[in-house]
C-alpha cells in the first residue's frame, strides 16, 4: 500500500503541536503543562463531598506502574455490588496518566453515575516503553483485579473491592490510545484463566487505530485541530515496535483481524463510540465490521457531530457517552439460555406470578418472539415462523434452542410502530389517542429505554419502559382521556379522592410508569431494565438543559396501571375455593413488589376477557392501578434483584 503523505498538505509541525522534545537517548521531553488531581481517599467536612472518591494503588513495582481506584459517594443505596470497569486513558500512548485532571475527572464522573469501581491504569508510555509495553501492563491490571477476587483476605486486598467489587461483571474501557489497549488487552486476557472474575463487556470510546492507506476521514481532516495527520503519524512513529510501519497488527485493525481471527470471535460484547469529525472515525467503523464478521455483538454509536476526544470538553457530550455505556453495561449481562418448561424460571414457584408471562401483550409475527433464549456470539435466531415451518415438516416437537442478544436503546421513531403494538392493549379496549402517546415516549429519548435483538432485520421491539410527567403533558390529548379513564374505572371512594389529587394538583411531581413487553422476555432483563430508567431520571434532574425540565422529572410518586388475574371469589369466604388458590396472580413479577410498597391502589374487572389457561379458569382479567413512593424505589430495586436471582 503507498504512503500517502501528510507533508505535501499540511504545514503542521508535529513535534511542537505535541509540544514534544525528542532526547538522544530516544525518550521525550514533555513540553505540554499537564493539571494533575490528588486522589481523594476519604471525604473531608471542611470541603464539597466528592461524588466519587480516589486512591492510589501499586500494581507492579517492577514496572513501576499503578492503579487509581474510583468509589462512587455515597455508595448508591442498593445493596447490590458495583460492577467493576478497568480504565485505560488516551494519550497517543505518549501523554498523560490517571491523575491528569481530564482523565481522573472522567473517571469521577463515570463512577458515580454509572455507578461503578472504576480502576484506571498507570500504563507505561512509549517511546520509553513501546508497545507491547502498554498491552502488558493493562493485562497486569487484569490479573490484579482476578487477585482480588481470588483472595479477598489477603496482604494486597483491597477493601473498596473486596466489599463493594461484583467481580461477575467486569468490563475493559479505553478512550482513544486507550481504547486500542483495551482491545488488545481483552484478546490477550482471552487466553488466560480469570475465574472467578469475568469480562462481560468492552468499551472502546474513540478507539485509535490507523494504517498506511489513507482513509477518507484522515484526508478530509488532515489538519484537525485536535489530531491532525502529520501529529498522529509520529505518535505512531514513536509508539509501535522499532522498524515498524502503520500497517502493524497493533495499528492495522484489518492486518491485527487476520492475525487473530478465531480469537476475536470469543470477545465479549463490545461498545464502540465515535464522532463524525474525527480523522480515525473511518478506522473505527472498519473494526466494527471486523468484530461484527467474527459474530461479535457489537453496539456502536457514531454521531455526525464531535471530535475526537470532545467528551473531555463538553459536558453534553460526556453525558451522552455515559448515558450510552449505561445501557450498554445493562444489556451486557442479559443474554440467558432459558429452558422451555417453568421450573427453569429464576423465579420461585411459589410467588403469586405467572412465570415467563409479562402482560397483556402477548405478540406473534411480525415481531420475532424467541421461545427459548441462548447465549453466544454468531447465534442462530429461530422465528416462531420457523418453529412452525419446521413442526409442519416432521411429526417431531421442534426442541431447538434459540440465541438471543438483547440490546437496550433509546426510543427513536423508527419503533412507533413496535412500541403501539406493546401498547395496543394498555387502557383495555378503551378508544383512545395511542399513537400520540406512543410520540411522547419516542420523543423523550433522554428517560425511556426500548429492548431489542441486535442486528435483528425486523427490528421487532420485546419490551418498552418510561415514565412521563403528567403535569408536563397535561395539554395533551391522551394525557387527558388516559387520566378520564383512570377515574372512570376507580369505584372505591376513599383511593377515588387520592387518584385525583394525584392526577390533579399534585401531578406537577407524577410521574406514569409505562412498561409493557412481550411474554417471554427472560425476567432476567428487569433488573437491568429498572436500574436503567431510575437512573436515567436521577440524571435528568442534574442534565435537562432547562430548569423546567429537570423539575419535571423530580417525582414524588409514580402511577403504575397494570393487569393481573383475581381469583373471581377472592372477596367472599375462603372456603368457597381451594384453598391453595391464591386471591391474586401478578402478571409481571415485579407488580407483586410495586402492589405491596404502594401507597394506595385499586381493581377493577377489565372488559376484554383474553383467554386463558385451564388453571386459571376460576380466575378473570382485571386492570391494576398503584400509587408508589420515589422513596419507596431503592427497596424496589434491591426487592427485585432478590426475586429474580433467588435459587
Same mark, same amino acid.
Request: aromatic content about 10%.
Given at each position: 500500500?503507498?504512503?500517502?503523505?501528510?507533508?505535501?498538505?499540511?504545514?503542521?509541525?508535529?513535534?511542537?503541536?505535541?509540544?514534544?522534545?525528542?532526547?538522544?537517548?530516544?525518550?521525550?521531553?514533555?513540553?505540554?503543562?499537564?493539571?494533575?488531581?490528588? =486522589?481523594?481517599?476519604?471525604?473531608?467536612?471542611?470541603?464539597?463531598?466528592?461524588?466519587?472518591?480516589?486512591?492510589?494503588?501499586? @500494581?507492579?513495582?517492577?514496572?513501576?506502574?499503578?492503579?487509581?481506584?474510583?468509589?462512587?459517594?455515597?455508595?448508591?443505596?442498593?445493596?447490590?455490588?458495583?460492577?467493576?470497569?478497568?480504565?485505560?486513558?488516551?494519550?497517543?500512548?505518549?501523554?498523560?496518566?490517571?491523575?491528569?485532571?481530564?482523565?481522573?475527572?472522567?473517571?469521577?464522573?463515570?463512577?458515580?453515575?454509572?455507578?461503578? +469501581? +472504576?480502576?484506571?491504569?498507570?500504563?507505561?508510555?512509549?517511546?520509553?516503553?513501546?508497545?507491547?509495553?502498554?498491552?502488558?501492563?493493562? *493485562?497486569?491490571?487484569?490479573?490484579?483485579?482476578?487477585?482480588?477476587?481470588?483472595?479477598?483476605?489477603?496482604?494486597?486486598?483491597?477493601?473498596?473491592?473486596?466489599?463493594?467489587?461484583?467481580?461477575?461483571?467486569?468490563?475493559?474501557?479505553?478512550?482513544?490510545?486507550?481504547?486500542?489497549?483495551?482491545?488488545?488487552?481483552?484478546?490477550?486476557?482471552?487466553?488466560?484463566?480469570?475465574? =472467578?472474575?469475568?469480562?462481560?463487556?468492552?468499551?472502546?470510546?474513540?478507539?485509535?487505530?490507523?494504517?498506511?492507506?489513507?482513509?477518507?476521514?484522515?484526508?478530509?481532516?488532515?489538519?484537525?485541530?485536535?489530531?491532525?495527520?502529520?501529529?498522529?503519524?509520529?505518535?505512531?512513529?514513536?509508539? @509501535?515496535?522499532?522498524?515498524?510501519?502503520?500497517?502493524?497488527?497493533?495499528?492495522?485493525?484489518?492486518?491485527?483481524?487476520?492475525?487473530?481471527?478465531?480469537?476475536?470471535?470469543? @470477545?465479549?460484547?463490545?461498545?464502540?463510540?465515535?464522532?463524525?469529525?474525527?480523522?480515525?472515525?473511518?478506522?473505527?467503523?472498519?473494526?466494527?465490521?471486523?468484530?461484527?464478521?467474527?459474530?461479535?455483538?457489537?453496539?456502536?454509536?457514531?454521531?455526525?457531530?464531535?471530535?475526537?476526544?470532545?467528551?473531555?470538553?463538553?459536558?453534553?457530550?460526556?453525558?451522552?457517552?455515559?448515558?450510552? +455505556?449505561?445501557?450498554?453495561?445493562?444489556?451486557?449481562?442479559?443474554?440467558?439460555?432459558?429452558?422451555?418448561?417453568?421450573?427453569?424460571?429464576?423465579?420461585?414457584?411459589?410467588?403469586?406470578?405467572?412465570?415467563?408471562?409479562?402482560?397483556?401483550?402477548?405478540?406473534?409475527?411480525?415481531?420475532?418472539?424467541?421461545?427459548?433464549?441462548?447465549?453466544?456470539?454468531?447465534?442462530?435466531?429461530?422465528?416462531?415462523?420457523?418453529?412452525?415451518?419446521?413442526?409442519?415438516?416432521?411429526?417431531?416437537?421442534?426442541?431447538?434452542?434459540?440465541?438471543?442478544?438483547?440490546?437496550?436503546?433509546?426510543?427513536?421513531?423508527?419503533?412507533?410502530?413496535? *412500541?403501539?403494538?406493546?401498547?395496543?392493549?394498555?387502557?383495555?379496549?378503551?378508544?383512545?389517542?395511542?399513537?400520540?402517546?406512543?410520540?411522547?415516549? @419516542?420523543?423523550?429519548?433522554?428517560?425511556?429505554?426500548?429492548?431489542?435483538?441486535?442486528?435483528?432485520?425486523?427490528?421487532?421491539?420485546?419490551?418498552?419502559?418510561?415514565?412521563?410527567?403528567?403535569?408536563?403533558?397535561?395539554?395533551?390529548?391522551?394525557?387527558?382521556?388516559?387520566?378520564?379513564?383512570?377515574?372512570?374505572?376507580?369505584?372505591?371512594?376513599?383511593?377515588?379522592?387520592?387518584?385525583?389529587?394525584?392526577?390533579?394538583?399534585?401531578?406537577?411531581?407524577?410521574?406514569?410508569?409505562?412498561?409493557?413487553?412481550? *411474554?417471554?422476555?427472560?425476567?432476567?432483563?428487569?433488573?437491568?431494565?429498572?436500574?436503567?430508567?431510575?437512573?436515567?431520571?436521577?440524571?435528568?434532574?442534574?442534565?435537562? =438543559?432547562?430548569?423546567?425540565?429537570?423539575?419535571?422529572?423530580?417525582?414524588?410518586?409514580?402511577?403504575?396501571?397494570?393487569?393481573?388475574?383475581?381469583?373471581?371469589?377472592?372477596?367472599?369466604?375462603?372456603?368457597?375455593?381451594?384453598?391453595?388458590?391464591?386471591?391474586?396472580?401478578?402478571?409481571?413479577?415485579?407488580?407483586?413488589?410495586?402492589?405491596?410498597?404502594?401507597?394506595?391502589?385499586?381493581?377493577? =374487572?377489565?372488559?376484554?376477557?383474553?383467554?386463558?389457561?385451564?388453571?386459571?379458569?376460576?380466575?378473570?382479567?382485571?386492570?391494576?392501578?398503584?400509587?408508589?413512593?420515589?422513596?419507596?424505589?431503592?427497596?424496589?430495586?434491591?426487592?427485585?434483584?432478590?426475586?429474580?436471582?433467588?435459587?
Amino acid at each position: 500500500m503507498a504512503d500517502h503523505s501528510s507533508s505535501a498538505t499540511s504545514s503542521i509541525d508535529p513535534y511542537e503541536f505535541l509540544q514534544i522534545k525528542p532526547n538522544p537517548d530516544g525518550s521525550l521531553t514533555r513540553l505540554r503543562p499537564i493539571p494533575t488531581v490528588d =486522589p481523594t481517599p476519604t471525604a473531608h467536612s471542611n470541603a464539597p463531598p466528592p461524588i466519587a472518591l480516589s486512591k492510589d494503588l501499586p @500494581l507492579n513495582s517492577a514496572a513501576k506502574t499503578s492503579v487509581r481506584v474510583f468509589l462512587p459517594h455515597p455508595l448508591p443505596p442498593s445493596p447490590s455490588k458495583l460492577p467493576v470497569l478497568i480504565y485505560y486513558h488516551g494519550g497517543g500512548f505518549i501523554y498523560y496518566h490517571p491523575s491528569s485532571s481530564g482523565f481522573h475527572d472522567s473517571c469521577v464522573s463515570l463512577s458515580a453515575r454509572l455507578p461503578a +469501581i +472504576i480502576i484506571s491504569v498507570d500504563y507505561r508510555l512509549a517511546p520509553e516503553h513501546r508497545l507491547p509495553a502498554a498491552y502488558d501492563d493493562a *493485562v497486569d491490571a487484569i490479573q490484579w483485579v482476578r487477585k482480588q477476587a481470588t483472595d479477598p483476605n489477603g496482604s494486597e486486598s483491597d477493601p473498596w473491592l473486596r466489599d463493594h467489587a461484583d467481580f461477575s461483571r467486569c468490563y475493559l474501557m479505553g478512550s482513544s490510545a486507550g481504547g486500542n489497549i483495551a482491545y488488545f488487552a481483552c484478546l490477550r486476557a482471552l487466553d488466560l484463566d480469570l475465574s =472467578p472474575m469475568k469480562i462481560v463487556g468492552l468499551i472502546l470510546n474513540v478507539p485509535y487505530f490507523g494504517g498506511v492507506e489513507r482513509t477518507e476521514s484522515e484526508l478530509r481532516l488532515v489538519n484537525d485541530h485536535m489530531l491532525p495527520l502529520a501529529a498522529n503519524d509520529l505518535m505512531w512513529a514513536l509508539s @509501535l515496535p522499532g522498524g515498524a510501519d502503520r500497517d502493524h497488527e497493533y495499528c492495522n485493525p484489518t492486518v491485527g483481524g487476520e492475525i487473530h481471527k478465531e480469537k476475536i470471535g470469543r @470477545l465479549p460484547m463490545c461498545f464502540v463510540n465515535g464522532y463524525g469529525g474525527d480523522p480515525l472515525m473511518d478506522k473505527q467503523k472498519e473494526l466494527v465490521k471486523i468484530l461484527e464478521a467474527r459474530g461479535v455483538h457489537v453496539v456502536c454509536y457514531f454521531t455526525e457531530d464531535g471530535f475526537h476526544g470532545v467528551e473531555l470538553f463538553d459536558p453534553a457530550k460526556a453525558q451522552a457517552l455515559c448515558h450510552n +455505556i449505561h445501557k450498554f453495561m445493562a444489556t451486557s449481562n442479559t443474554t440467558f439460555t432459558l429452558a422451555e418448561e417453568p421450573s427453569s424460571s429464576p423465579i420461585p414457584q411459589n410467588r403469586r406470578c405467572l412465570v415467563g408471562c409479562a402482560g397483556a401483550t402477548s405478540i406473534q409475527a411480525p415481531i420475532r418472539a424467541p421461545f427459548i433464549f441462548g447465549i453466544g456470539n454468531g447465534f442462530s435466531k429461530h422465528t416462531l415462523e420457523e418453529k412452525t415451518e419446521q413442526s409442519e415438516s416432521s411429526d417431531e416437537e421442534f426442541e431447538g434452542i434459540v440465541q438471543a442478544d438483547f440490546s437496550f436503546f433509546d426510543p427513536k421513531p423508527g419503533d412507533f410502530h413496535g *412500541v403501539k403494538t406493546l401498547l395496543q392493549t394498555y387502557l383495555d379496549d378503551e378508544q383512545w389517542d395511542l399513537s400520540s402517546f406512543v410520540d411522547l415516549i @419516542l420523543g423523550q429519548t433522554t428517560v425511556g429505554t426500548v429492548v431489542k435483538i441486535e442486528d435483528d432485520e425486523d427490528e421487532g421491539l420485546f419490551a418498552v419502559v418510561t415514565a412521563l410527567n403528567l403535569w408536563r403533558y397535561r395539554e395533551q390529548r391522551c394525557i387527558t382521556e388516559l387520566k378520564q379513564y383512570l377515574l372512570k374505572v376507580c369505584k372505591e371512594k376513599d383511593v377515588l379522592d387520592q387518584l385525583r389529587f394525584l392526577l390533579g394538583e399534585q401531578a406537577h411531581n407524577v410521574g406514569l410508569l409505562v412498561s409493557q413487553r412481550v *411474554v417471554n422476555l427472560p425476567p432476567q432483563l428487569l433488573p437491568h431494565l429498572y436500574d436503567a430508567l431510575f437512573d436515567e431520571v436521577s440524571w435528568a434532574t442534574e442534565d435537562e =438543559p432547562t430548569e423546567q425540565l429537570r423539575s419535571s422529572f423530580q417525582f414524588v410518586h409514580y402511577v403504575i396501571f397494570s393487569k393481573i388475574y383475581k381469583h373471581k371469589n377472592a372477596e367472599q369466604n375462603r372456603k368457597h375455593h381451594n384453598d391453595s388458590d391464591e386471591a391474586i396472580i401478578y402478571i409481571k413479577p415485579e407488580d407483586e413488589i410495586f402492589h405491596k410498597l404502594s401507597s394506595w391502589s385499586f381493581s377493577f =374487572p377489565l372488559r376484554t376477557q383474553q383467554p386463558a389457561p385451564r388453571e386459571l379458569k376460576n380466575y378473570r382479567s382485571m386492570g391494576l392501578v398503584m400509587a408508589v413512593e420515589v422513596d419507596k424505589i431503592p427497596t424496589f430495586r434491591q426487592e427485585l434483584r432478590s426475586l429474580i436471582t433467588e435459587p
